[in-house]
């Protein structure tokens, strides 16, 4: 069984769905990341959850909500996309959110937006 | 400002070549971490080094070594008679120590290298 594991692995979407992104570790870590990977783009970090609780939000669109019911699971709830959204979405995690811990990622959920 | 130039695009070697891919960083702080991932097709991105800014000491590890140079904020990677299973994008990143905000980790934009049989 991977670390972390991305649930589902594929979505396409319409702009006025709801849906949500899942994120399980396994790994007795405390912080939790939400990464988005576009073509072209480099990795931009989305949210870091530290112990459960949010310490970072990047400036990312309402349209993006996350939630971290606990250190092990989380989940990006997605509403009213638009076709720019559609990129790889990547979960990670850490054992502590310090800069200097290497991360785990995920497989990635890999959102279309139609 | 933080910043990470992964200036090869893409890069294609036959089996069992050697390969740099360069990593470029630029930051303002004394105290700074350095990190090289691998992302196969797969879509996860897997760790393969940490090294922070006191330690200039190179490191190999089987096929896969790295240069650390502060002089030249040049944190490159070599692989060393490459294969198929190396094809990948592998990035390059830089976290710095004393930043407020969570958003430390700055990621290059990739190398993507092929691995021809």
């Known amino acids: 069984e991977t670390g972390v594991t991305q649930t589902p692995r594929h979505l396409v979407m319409g702009m006025t769905n709801k849906k949500s992104l899942k994120c399980e570790q396994h790994?007795?870590?405390?912080?939790m990341y939400w990464y988005k990977q576009s073509a072209k783009k480099p990795l931009e970090l989305m949210f870091v959850?530290?112990?459960?609780?949010?310490?970072e939000n990047n400036s990312v669109p309402s349209r993006f909500s996350p939630e971290c019911p606990n250190s092990s699971h989380l989940f990006l709830h997605l509403h009213t996309l638009q076709p720019e959204d559609s990129a790889l979405y990547l979960c990670?995690?850490?054992?502590?959110?310090?800069?200097?811990?290497?991360?785990?990622f995920g497989e990635g959920s890999r959102l279309t937006v139609l | 400002a933080q910043k990470v130039t992964q200036a090869q695009t893409e890069i294609s070697v036959v089996e069992k070549e050697d390969v740099t891919l360069d990593c470029v960083y630029e930051?303002?702080?004394?105290?700074?971490?350095l990190f090289w991932y691998k992302q196969p097709p797969s879509g996860e991105l897997v760790f393969l080094i940490r090294?922070?800014?006191?330690?200039?000491q190179n490191e190999i590890s089987g096929r896969y070594s790295w240069n650390f140079q502060k002089s030249t904020s040049s944190f490159n990677f070599t692989i060393t008679a490459s294969q198929v299973v190396d094809s990948a994008v592998y990035f390059c990143?830089?976290?710095?120590?004393?930043?407020?905000?969570?958003?430390?980790?700055?990621f290059g934009p990739g190398t993507s290298l092929s691995v021809i049989p």
């Open positions: 790994l007795g870590h405390n912080a």
């Open positions: 090294r922070n800014s006191f330690d200039e």
């Open positions: 959850y530290s112990l459960e609780e949010r310490v």
């Open positions: 930051t303002r702080d004394t105290t700074y971490y």
């Open positions: 990143a830089l976290s710095e120590e004393m930043k407020t905000s969570y958003d430390k980790v700055i």
């Open positions: 990670a995690s850490s054992l502590t959110a310090q800069p200097n811990r290497e991360l785990f």
